[in-house]
């Protein structure tokens, strides 16, 4: 390999090391379940379910993509037309490169009970030449259709230890999970050592979803548990020294988050070729989804390790950088919006709204604003609640500037409108500006571009959780760089909460802290305006104010100072 193609490889592999889907989950387009991921000749390839009621799940769709954020949907790469025994229940896909081919392992027809005979469904493998397809059965009947050990022939993944070549094939339903030899040929089952077809390996709470792979000499067994219709849905792992276990159970790793998504679950895991780069890709419930089972979109986080080996918890990051041109993880109300430039571009419009699907209490939010046209107020809006389709009306927060200069802390109640505090700085028509949000409880922070002062702080508590999202109001603006975190996340570096990181400790006086503006239920004070002005005020601990515990004070200016 000559330098330049290895500086070229580094430099690609340095810009695939994300926390999330920066660009947003739902990373593609559609109601997808159960990933199965690979690495074919540098591309990130994902093979899911579609989501749908069984009688419809005939074919199964492929995405491509050179840096897991800009995807090319190969629609049908395989279909019941090439599998005569197939005729339903398309699931679970798995996909390997082996011997100059292509394979696709999957189950098909939703096999309850143990009837014996061969074509009524199970596991299967078809082949092609190409990743895009299109695959073919490759023998005619199922790889495996019979329940061995108790397991339903369903979910298969295929793995191969580096350290000896050998091919196995891990599969389960019905709460077991079996393990199998696969012949070099891919098509036929082997066995082991003492002659057994299928070893069982269920490790504790087992549902479905089996996959394993290896780091550093240790196997990782993942699988799901819960009630894949349910919002206890969640991924759970092992470590064993060898493929065949065994596997205990040590910890659940992913599982549903109130502000983020419900009942993730049937991963896969991918690792960027030559570095210790993880990533989990699984499907997802949204919020909004209700009871619905088949709403289930694709997702990937990062997936950290402990200096022991064992894996962090996962935490379901929330954030979209528009790298990929499209906004699938937002809904409008009003207003004309699209993505240019890697910006959500809102049309000038009298009041326009994209929303995300969340329901963050504590928080912070960021997100680039730029007032591109009018004089408007564009921003952010937080904890809404009981949004409108018709009339568009909720009930939630709004942090919005202007290129006037204007900062506004705002909220709305079903069409009635407050503003709570306002406060100024330079701005200008087409500047970028960072806005942040950290409200935790009844306190409220606005930050904009500095990041240790707070332009705004306020106490109110009349709103406690909701979705997040951005306006716009008699304006045209761009939003970029969207994030939304609970305060003090360690996946979350930005997401500190500025005042934390004062040293308050050391603070006896009024003249011993920092230049700030503060909002106390009143207007604005800049206190530099108001160490000779503060008329009165009741006695309180200076430390416990500025860290949370005190927010009732009240600070008014003397008129006559």
């Not at 912070?364 to 809404?384: I, M, Q, S």
């Not at 306002?422 to 200008?428: D, L």
């Amino acid at each position: 390999m000559s330098a330049a193609i290895g500086r070229i490889l580094s430099e690609r592999r340095a810009t695939l090391n994300y926390a999330t889907a920066e660009a947003g989950n739902p990373f593609v387009e559609g109601w997808y379940a159960d990933p199965g991921s690979a690495i074919f000749d540098g591309s990130f390839w994902v093979y899911p379910t579609t989501s749908c009621a069984y009688e419809e799940q005939t074919h199964i769709d492929a995405f491509s993509s050179p840096d897991l954020i800009n995807w090319t949907k190969h629609p049908q790469v395989l279909t019941i037309a090439n599998v005569a025994w197939a005729k339903k229940a398309l699931w679970a896909p798995t996909p390997i490169a082996r011997n100059g081919k292509y394979y696709l392992y999957f189950s098909a027809n939703d096999v309850q009970e143990d009837e014996g005979g061969l074509g009524l469904g199970g596991i299967g493998v078809a082949v092609a030449d190409k990743p895009d397809g299109p695959f073919v059965d490759a023998i005619g009947k199922p790889l495996i259709s019979g329940f061995h050990n108790g397991a339903q022939p369903i979910d298969p993944y295929v793995f191969v230890d580096d350290a000896d070549n050998k091919i196995y094939i891990y599969y389960g339903g019905h709460s077991q999970a079996n393990v199998a030899v696969l012949n070099e040929d891919m098509i036929s089952l082997g066995s082991f050592d003492d002659g057994a077809t299928y070893r069982e390996i269920t490790p504790k709470n087992y549902a479905s979803g089996i996959k394993i792979f290896k780091r550093d000499g240790i196997f990782y067994l993942t699988w799901s548990e819960g009630s894949w219709t349910g919002p206890d849905y969640r991924v759970s792992y092992a470590m064993a020294d060898n493929p065949l276990g065994p596997f205990h159970r040590l910890a659940t790793i992913l599982q549903q988050d109130s502000a983020v998504a419900k009942g993730p679950g049937h991963s896969s895991i991918i690792r960027v070729p030559d570095t210790d780069i993880w990533y989990i890709l699984y499907h997802r419930r949204p919020l909004s989804s209700g009871d619905e089972s088949n709403c289930r979109t694709l997702a990937y986080d990062r997936m950290y390790f402990k200096e022991d080996g064992t894996i962090q918890p996962i935490t379901m990051l929330v954030r979209d950088n528009f790298a990929d041109g499209a906004m699938l993880d937002w809904t409008t109300y009003g207003g004309e919006w699209s993505v240019e430039g890697q910006r959500l571009t809102a049309g000038d419009t009298s009041g326009g709204m994209a929303m995300l699907d969340t329901n963050f209490a504590d928080q912070v939010f960021d997100a680039t604003v730029t007032t591109t046209k009018g004089n408007g107020h564009p921003g952010l809006l937080f904890r809404v609640t009981e949004l409108s389709r018709t009339t568009h009306k909720y009930k939630g927060y709004k942090a919005a500037i202007s290129p006037s200069g204007v900062i506004t802390l705002g909220k709305a109640d079903l069409g009635v409108f407050t503003d709570l505090a306002q406060t100024r700085m330079e701005m200008a028509l087409g500047e970028e500006y960072h806005v942040r949000v950290v409200a935790i409880g009844s306190d409220i922070k606005i930050f904009v571009d500095d990041m240790d002062k707070p332009r705004i702080w306020f106490t109110d508590a009349s709103f406690t959780n909701g979705a997040n999202g951005v306006r716009v109001f008699n304006s045209a603006a761009k939003f970029g760089s969207v994030s939304v975190a609970r305060p003090g996340s360690s996946q979350n570096p930005r997401g500190m909460n500025p005042v934390a990181s004062m040293n308050l400790s050391r603070a006896s006086s009024w003249d011993d802290i920092p230049d700030k503006t503060f909002k106390h239920e009143f207007l604005d004070i800049p206190h530099e305006e108001t160490r000779a002005g503060v008329r009165s005020w009741r006695p309180f601990s200076l430390t416990s104010l500025l860290c949370g515990a005190n927010r009732t004070v009240k600070i008014k200016r003397d008129p006559k100072a």
